[in-house]
């Protein structure tokens, strides 16, 4: 059985096709996210259906396999069952990839305020939240109200902040700016604030460097060495007594274990992933293996990123351990081997470091669209995302300003009314 149907359990799934095993999978969403350009549907320049798939439609091919849509709840290792919310699944081997989630780190105020970007409703969520402050706006005529509410602060200088930023301040500067000629432009402000001393910490330093460049040349105020203390209403407070005022706040400086670790009673490594052997077992469980975001997986001394490289090649390794063991032959080791990484910051603008080779500025750009655009599961989204890349590019548009709130029956406020939902 395998255990969530993001990066690492849908190769888990895939390397196990047509081999004589029956797969269940389980995740909690009927779609699969693509991750990486999550924060173009929260620009509005990407719809929901483009970085999201039905999971059912991805593994149709696969016939030796089994979808359930449900939430795990935990697992009973001693009675080799999966717990779920609609009811248990007993297993032979379980391969548990459910990820991470947006890590807050009990920081005062922030849960229920800040926004995060780790999930398609994230992005949905902080869509809305962006077009409604512009349209807040236009009502004001208080100039210190109006300049809160256009003030987004981003929390995290790492690729997802970076790259956030560079999308909000072209939204903003290319699109909305023209969509409401009232609100004075100078009064929004995008503030990407880091605790560490430079954005995008895991690259070399020219292309920390080139990266807040760029930031800056697009009107976002990069603020190094602001760490954040406490959030309140419409204001963060750092470290040193400092009070920044944003109307939004956006969380994207860290990740925990989904909570699933949590049931395992296994020991715990950064942002409380589970620790497991260098064959990726669960300790004193060599039928259960935890890979992806989920894994605390350590190589020459250091914990692997929670990145995409690491999930899938982790996945295949484990769909091979699992065949293995099955042929009454051992798991083997798994080596990670780094592909290297990208991250873009909009327009022309993007830095890659591939073992020696390092791009920024425009050549870093076109192959992060051409390494994504590759990447992009199925064969109708790559082609309309790649419309929507070159419509933006040419016309300086953002298809996608919708504010929409998911509405339907309201069982809890026709309980209150005392009416009965058929
Ligand atoms: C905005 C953003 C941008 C990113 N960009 C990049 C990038 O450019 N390059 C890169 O390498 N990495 C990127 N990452 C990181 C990357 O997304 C993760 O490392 C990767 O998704 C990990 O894969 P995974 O399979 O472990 O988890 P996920 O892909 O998160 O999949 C977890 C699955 O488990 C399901 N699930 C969770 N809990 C349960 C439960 N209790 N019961 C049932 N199902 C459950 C979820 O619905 C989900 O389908 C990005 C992450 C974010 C948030």
Do not use: C
């Not at 997802?160 to 700016?177: D, F, H, K, M, P």
């Not at 995409?308 to 990670?336: C, D, K, N, T």
């Not at 790649?386 to 504010?403: E, Q, S």
């Amino acid at each position: 059985m395998v255990v969530g149907a993001g990066f690492a359990g849908l190769t888990t799934v895939r390397a196990l096709s047509g081999k004589p095993v029956e797969v269940v999978l389980v995740d909690r969403h009927n779609f699969h996210t693509f991750t990486p350009l999550l924060y173009q549907v929260a620009s509005a320049l990407l719809d929901p259906a483009e970085v999201a798939h039905p999971i059912r439609g991805l593994v149709r091919p696969l016939h030796n396999l089994e979808v359930r849509l449900a939430t795990a709840t935990g697992v009973d290792l001693a009675r080799r069952r999966l717990e779920t919310d609609v009811r248990p699944i007993s297993y032979d081997f379980l391969v548990l990839a459910t990820g991470s989630a947006t890590n807050f780190f009990g920081i005062e105020g922030l849960a229920g305020r800040a926004f995060g970007l780790k999930e398609l409703e994230d992005a949905l969520a902080l869509r809305n939240q962006v077009l409604r402050q512009f349209e807040r706006a236009a009502w004001t005529e208080d100039q210190g109200r109006r300049r809160r509410l256009l003030t987004f602060a981003i929390v995290g200088g790492g690729p997802t902040g970076v790259e956030l930023a560079g999308a909000l301040s072209e939204l903003i500067r290319n699109v909305l700016r023209k969509d409401f000629p009232s609100v004075y432009i100078r009064d929004t402000r995008i503030l990407l604030l880091e605790a560490g001393p430079s954005l995008l910490p895991a690259f070399v330093p020219g292309l920390r460097e080139s990266a807040r460049r760029t930031l800056a040349g697009r009107g976002v105020e990069v603020l190094l060495e602001r760490k954040v203390v406490a959030a309140g209403d419409e204001h963060l407070e750092l470290e040193g007594g400092e009070r920044l005022e944003a109307g939004t706040v956006i969380w994207t400086a860290g990740v925990r274990a989904s909570d699933l670790a949590a049931s395992l009673g296994a020991e715990r490594g950064r942002g409380g992933t589970v620790k497991v052997g260098p064959t990726l077992q669960l300790p004193g469980h060599p039928e259960v293996f935890v890979v992806g975001d989920l894994a605390a997986v350590t190589q020459q001394g250091l914990q692997l990123p929670q990145l995409i490289p690491p999930a899938m090649q982790e996945a295949r390794h484990v769909a091979g351990s699992i065949l293995r063991l099955l042929a009454g032959e051992p798991a083997q080791p798994f080596r990670y081997a780094d592909p290297g990484m990208m991250a873009t910051i909009g327009r022309n603008a993007g830095v890659a470091e591939i073992g020696p080779i390092r791009m920024s500025g425009f050549p870093g750009w076109v192959l992060w669209l051409g390494f994504h655009l590759l990447q992009i599961v199925t064969f109708r989204s790559k082609l309309i995302v790649l419309l929507n890349w070159a419509w933006n590019y040419l016309f300086y548009d953002r298809p996608v300003r919708l504010l929409v709130r998911a509405a339907g029956p309201d069982p809890e406020a026709a309980r209150k009314r005392g009416r009965k939902l058929n």
